[in-house]
């Protein structure tokens, strides 16, 4: 392949219960741990929580295994946690009863969420990607009816920047997001951000590579934990 020499991948035909069960596998491999269950909140979100940029009633969006949620709730905010996967949901309510946090975790298609205006801040870690493509600007109606007057909304999705160094396999545009979120939603910022993935520099090669075979492991950002990181574009917006 010429050029950037990089394949996108529909994530909206993954099957999540399969990635949960340990019986999907990438490039050949085995996914033995979700690519984004790191066992703790992403760091972007503990910024936002202590830069004081979240308030009132939570609903955190395609959860996995709770982590984020379970932050929230040990930061005493009331939160609601959806996933469509019956297995993550499990995960996390058995990872919320250990840690003593009270989360009301719920198997549920984020489409069909029933809630009228009733949560003050929207979190969307990671699931607008995972979306099919002509259910995204739907997405924005989902999420406007279940969010109060005055809501916002922090979503983070994969970036279609930094592509020499990043492994992204399915990158999103800031006109996208305007476009298929502008309706429902006044955005206030863009902001290029990362997020910190399951894998070291080495183990995120060899279940990546095939997606930009040409990226330089010298050139990838990991964490201050050694966990390979992805660019994130970081939403910020207001529900019109």
């Not at 910024?47 to 969006?61: A, C, I, M, N, Q």
């Not at 279940?207 to 910020?236: C, K, N, S």
């Amino acid at each position: 392949m010429a050029g950037d020499e990089r394949v996108t991948i529909d994530l909206g035909k993954a099957d999540f219960d399969e990635i949960y069960r340990g019986a999907a596998t990438i490039a050949g491999e085995p996914i033995r741990t979700p690519p984004w269950d790191i066992g703790e909140p992403q760091p972007e979100l503990v910024r936002l929580v202590r830069g004081g940029e979240l308030s009132g009633r939570v609903l955190d969006v395609g959860c996995g295994p709770g982590d984020n949620a379970i932050f929230l709730a040990q930061q005493g905010f009331s939160v609601t946690a959806v996933d469509a996967s019956g297995l993550a949901v499990e995960a996390a309510r058995e990872r919320a009863a250990a840690r003593g946090a009270e989360v009301d975790f719920r198997v549920a298609d984020v489409m069909a969420l029933t809630q009228r205006q009733e949560f003050d801040v929207v979190l969307d870690s990671a699931l607008y990607h995972c979306l099919p493509a002509a259910s995204r600007a739907e997405y924005g109606a989902a999420l406007h009816r279940v969010a109060a007057e005055g809501a916002r909304l922090h979503l983070f999705t994969f970036a279609d920047a930094e592509r020499e160094t990043s492994l992204v396999p399915a990158a999103i545009s800031r006109e996208e997001l305007r476009e298929n979120l502008g309706r429902h939603w006044r955005t206030r910022g863009i902001e290029l951000v990362r997020f910190s993935g399951a894998f070291d520099r080495e183990a995120a090669l060899r279940q990546f590579a095939q997606y930009a075979p040409a990226v330089d492991r010298e050139r990838l950002v990991t964490d201050a934990a050694g966990r390979i990181t992805f660019p994130m574009w970081h939403l910020r917006a207001d529900r019109a």
